[in-house]
C-alpha cells in the first residue's frame, strides 16, 4: 500500500481539528492505517475538561518497541478574512501547501503514516513493535494526550524502547537541525495584597500595584544562571499583570501577575518553585505564589537512536543534521523518563501564523526519511 502524503496532508487540513477537537481527522487516520494493517485502538481521556481522543495504532509485537508520535489538534485560526486562502481547505499554490495545522503537524503526522505503510508493505511486519500515538491534546492542556498514552502503553507492559516524534524541527532546509531535549517550563501566579484607597490620600492605603511592580523587578534582576553545555540560559518572562481596576481614582488592593520561566538542566522545577518563594519570602510583603510545573527539562544522549535518524537524513537529504534543545516544550517530555526520544520534522517558519503553509516536496522528503529511518531502526 502506498500512502501519498502530500494528498493525505491536505484531507487532513480538511478535518478542522482546533484543540481537542481532533476526533475526524484522528479517524481518517485510523481508517489509513487500518488498510495498512495496523490494529487501531481508540483511547479518551477526560482528567482536565472534554474527552480527548487519541489513538494507538500497531503492528508486531515483542522488543524493540518504536514509537513515532504526533499530534493532530491546532490552534485556532484566527480571523479567516486574514488568510490569503481558507484556512481547512488544503489548498496547493506554487508547491506549498497552506492551510491551519499544515506545518504544526499534520504534514508530519501525514509523512509518518506514509513511512509507516510503505515499510509494511515493502519489507514486510517489523522485528519487534511498531506504534504511531497519535493524540488531540498537544496544543492544548497536554494532560489527556501523549502522556496518558505512554502510560497506558506502560501499564500493557508494551512500554517505549525508543520514540520519534514529528513536530517540526528543520530550520532553513529539511534536515538540517533536529532536537534531542528540551528546557522546562513552570508558570507562576503571584497575588500581592494591600490596602484600596483614594488616589489623592495615598497615604491612606497600600498600592498593591506598587509593590507588585517593586516585586517583579526585583525578580527580572535576578540572573537565573549562564546556560549550559546543551542548554540556553533559564529566562523568566512576565506574561501577564492585572488589577482589575476600571477606575483611575482608586487605588487598587490587589495585582496579580502571572510568569513564565524556561529553565534549563541546572534546576528542576521544585529547585525553581523553592528559589522562587525564598526570593519572595526576603522581599516581604502580602505575597501569595502558586506554581505548575508544565515540563522538566530532559537531555537524550548520542546514541544508537540518534544515530540511526542522522544517518536517514543524510540518506535522503544529504545534510548531516545539527542535535540541539532549543524551542518551547513538546510531547516529547512525556517519553524521555521511558525511553530515548528524537523529534524532527519539516521546516516550521509559519507555524501558528496566518497563511501557514509548507513545502510540497518537504512533505514528501519527510515521508522519505522516516521510511529510511524504519529500515535502519528495524534492520538494526
Known amino acids: 500500500m502506498d500512502v501519498d502524503p502530500v494528498a493525505l496532508t491536505r484531507e487532513l487540513v480538511r478535518c478542522p481539528s482546533v484543540t481537542p477537537e481532533a476526533g475526524p481527522a484522528l479517524e481518517l487516520c485510523a481508517r489509513v492505517l487500518e488498510e495498512a494493517g495496523f490494529a487501531c485502538i481508540r483511547l479518551a481521556f477526560a482528567s482536565a475538561g472534554p474527552r480527548v481522543p487519541n489513538l ?45 495545522g499544515a506545518a504544526d503537524m499534520k504534514s508530519g503526522v501525514a509523512a509518518m503514516i506514509a513511512a509507516a505503510a510503505r515499510h509494511l508493505a515493502r519489507r514486510g511486519l517489523p522485528r519487534g513493535r511498531l ?23 506502560v501499564e500493557r507492559g508494551m512500554p517505549p524502547d525508543a520514540c520519534l516524534v514529528g513536530e517540526p524541527t528543520s530550520r532553513e532546509r529539511l534536515g538540517d537541525l533536529a532536537k534531542i531535549g528540551r528546557r522546562g517550563s513552570l508558570t507562576a501566579r503571584l497575588t500581592v495584597r494591600g490596602r484600596q484607597g483614594h488616589t489623592a490620600y495615598p497615604q491612606r492605603a497600600d498600592n498593591a500595584a506598587h509593590r507588585m511592580v517593586q516585586l517583579l523587578a526585583a525578580l527580572l534582576a535576578v540572573r537565573l544562571d549562564e546556560g549550559t553545555p546543551w542548554f540556553e540560559p533559564s529566562t523568566l518572562q512576565i506574561a501577564s499583570i492585572d488589577v482589575d481596576n476600571p477606575a483611575s481614582n482608586v487605588i487598587p488592593g490587589e495585582a496579580r501577575a502571572v510568569l513564565n520561566i524556561r529553565f534549563n538542566d541546572r534546576h528542576s522545577g521544585a529547585s525553581l518553585e523553592r528559589r522562587l518563594r525564598g526570593l519572595l519570602q526576603a522581599l516581604g510583603g502580602d505575597v501569595s505564589l502558586e506554581t505548575v510545573i508544565g515540563a522538566e527539562p530532559f537531555r537524550t544522549e548520542e546514541g544508537p537512536l540518534t544515530r540511526t535518524l542522522a544517518a536517514a537524513i543524510a540518506e535522503v537529504t544529504g545534510l548531516e543534521p545539527r542535535f540541539d ?20 520534522g519539516l521546516p516550521g517558519p509559519t507555524l501558528h501564523q496566518v497563511d501557514e503553509h509548507v513545502a510540497t516536496t518537504d512533505i514528501e522528503g519527510l515521508a522519505r526519511v522516516y521510511e529510511a529511518f524504519l529500515a535502519r531502526f528495524f534492520a538494526a
Open 56 to 100: 494507538v495504532a500497531t503492528v508486531g509485537e515483542g522488543r524493540p518497541h518504536l514509537v513515532l508520535n504526533g499530534h493532530l489538534d491546532t490552534v485556532p485560526p484566527g480571523d479567516p478574512a486574514r488568510w490569503s486562502v481558507p484556512p481547512f481547505e488544503g489548498l496547493v499554490r506554487d508547491g506549498r501547501l497552506f492551510g491551519r
Open 131 to 153: 506504534s504511531l500515538f497519535l493524540t488531540g491534546d498537544e496544543e492544548g492542556p497536554s494532560i489527556d494526550g501523549s502522556a496518558r498514552l505512554v502510560g497506558w502503553a
Open 325 to 344: 534543545t532549543s524551542g518551547g516544550t513538546s510531547d516529547a517530555r512525556f517519553f524521555a523518563p521511558v525511553c530515548p526520544v528524537v523529534e524532527f
